[in-house]
């Protein structure tokens, strides 16, 4: 896939809570190296932990978070283009990040999905006619996007999604 944009500011606040919290306020008081190694440790850890709660695994996953670009590198063996696409996704949708280096494989490579940036104003049935012509076929996007949507109605501006091929 390469590199995707996000919006930095949009997504899971996962850097204001906890280690990644902790290490990041002590590498803006002190933004000596070793600090600022730290805290970008710290935020790779929380969104690996994340991209777990979900219940998404990669043989080999590996999270690399750099603070000063928002860029976070991910790599490691999906066992299915859904389950990478998945993982991106989560990387991406996190407060802070703008960029994801997805250096992923597969095991059993398909094609990918498209992706859709959520505006002011849609709905998942909104972006489902605007993909597959049926505003009806908006389930196919939200069960693309389970875990990380709880609900079809749940989706904010700024939140990246996949939009799977229509067959």
Request: aromatic share 6%.
């Amino acid at each position: 896939m390469g590199l995707l944009s996000f919006i930095k500011d949009a997504g899971e606040k996962l850097f204001g809570k906890g280690e990644a919290h902790a290490a990041q306020q002590a590498a803006a008081s002190d933004p000596s190296p070793d600090k600022t190694a730290a805290a970008n440790a710290s935020a790779a850890k929380a969104i690996e932990d994340y991209i777990r709660s979900m219940n998404l695994t990669a043989d080999g996953l590996a999270v690399e978070f750099d603070g000063a670009s928002g860029e976070v590198s991910v790599s490691g063996e999906a066992a299915d283009q859904e389950t990478r696409e998945k993982i991106v996704l989560c990387c991406g949708n996190v407060a802070g990040v703008g960029k994801v280096n997805d250096n992923m494989t597969t095991a059993a490579p398909v094609d990918e999905s498209q992706y859709y940036t959520v505006v002011k104003g849609d709905n998942l049935s909104k972006i489902s006619k605007q993909y597959y012509g049926d505003p009806n076929k908006y389930m196919k996007i939200f069960e693309a996007n389970k875990p990380m949507l709880s609900h079809p109605d749940k989706i904010y501006p700024g939140q990246m999604l996949r939009i799977p091929p229509a067959a």
